[in-house]
């Protein structure tokens, strides 16, 4: 069994960062891919980006409209991915989660996902 624990959230202004970490125990991850979701208040849950295993190259995709502020990274020794937020708007306060995937390739879609965090509150003020 995976354990993910998200950190690093919390409330921010407008035009600031956060940096978010997802750490995972249970299972070495290096070979699965990483990914990250988020869902605002009454929303659909939503891909944010995701970096691959390194089979696939640690290939990283992002949601088109978030690829120019958000940089997603993975630390294989600290089993850890992280998820670095710049330029933060108001609308992207919602709760971030991540999840692993055991194939190594990174997806957009939720239901490829096999374990998933509790996700971690950020909040941006206007």
């Known amino acids: 069994q995976v354990e993910l624990v998200e950190s690093g959230g919390g409330l921010v202004q407008a035009g600031g960062s956060l940096r978010l970490s997802c750490a995972a125990s249970?299972?070495?991850?290096?070979?699965?891919?990483m990914g990250w979701f988020r869902q605002a208040s009454g929303k659909e849950r939503e891909f944010v980006g995701a970096?691959?295993?390194?089979?696939?190259?640690?290939?990283?995709s992002y949601a088109d409209s978030l690829k120019d502020r958000f940089t997603i990274s993975r630390d294989n020794a600290k089993n850890t991915v992280y998820l670095q937020m710049n330029s933060l708007k108001p609308e992207d306060t919602a709760v971030y989660y991540c999840?692993?995937?055991?194939?190594?390739?990174?997806?957009?879609?939720?239901?490829?996902?096999?374990?998933w965090g509790q996700g971690t509150q950020v909040t941006v003020s206007s």
């Open positions: 999840a692993v995937r055991r194939s190594g390739w990174p997806s957009t879609q939720i239901a490829e996902y096999d374990y």
């Open positions: 249970g299972r070495t991850l290096s070979r699965s891919a």
């Open positions: 970096v691959g295993g390194m089979w696939s190259g640690s290939t990283i």
